[in-house]
């Protein structure tokens, strides 16, 4: 294995991809958001704001074209600007989806991102990668290879 893709293959699996929702955008929470990102530990190697549209919001999150909520996903995903950030700490995913604590807010524990800015399951503020892989092709759907430090 070279150094280079053993560099490379290191950095992957210590990234993570989240997005800062247009719930949490709209109510003026991205800066408490990324100071709780900042707290725990993660550096940010890229970042951007953005606002979705309905085809782009769409392709994100394919891979939910069949469920019910599908529909509903795009259009809340689409209606205002996100902040999309590529993260990197050891551990990257398993921690950072400790730190937005549990996708409904009533059973986050205290101390996570759901806690202190999400107000339902549909709205919760924050997307985190489930993954090393999805945090890969996430993070490369939203940023090129000359935006990822």
């Not at 891979?63 to 209606?79: A, D, I, N, Q, T």
């Amino acid at each position: 294995m070279s150094l280079i893709f053993a560099a490379k293959l290191y950095n992957m699996t210590n990234r993570t991809f989240t997005m800062i929702k247009p719930d949490a955008t709209e109510k003026g929470n991205t800066g408490g958001i990324l100071q709780m990102i900042n707290k725990a530990g993660f550096r940010i190697v890229a970042m951007k704001m953005t606002h979705l549209s309905k085809e782009k919001a769409g392709e994100f999150y394919a891979v939910h074209k069949e469920r019910p909520f599908y529909g509903e996903l795009v259009e809340f995903m689409s209606r205002g600007p996100i902040t999309a950030a590529i993260l990197e700490k050891e551990n990257a995913v398993e921690d950072f989806r400790k730190l937005i604590g549990a996708t409904n807010p009533a059973n986050a524990e205290e101390g996570t991102i759901r806690k202190a800015y999400a107000t339902s399951i549909g709205e919760n503020a924050v997307h985190g990668s489930d993954s090393n892989e999805n945090a890969a092709i996430e993070g490369d759907f939203f940023f090129s290879k000359l935006e990822q430090f």
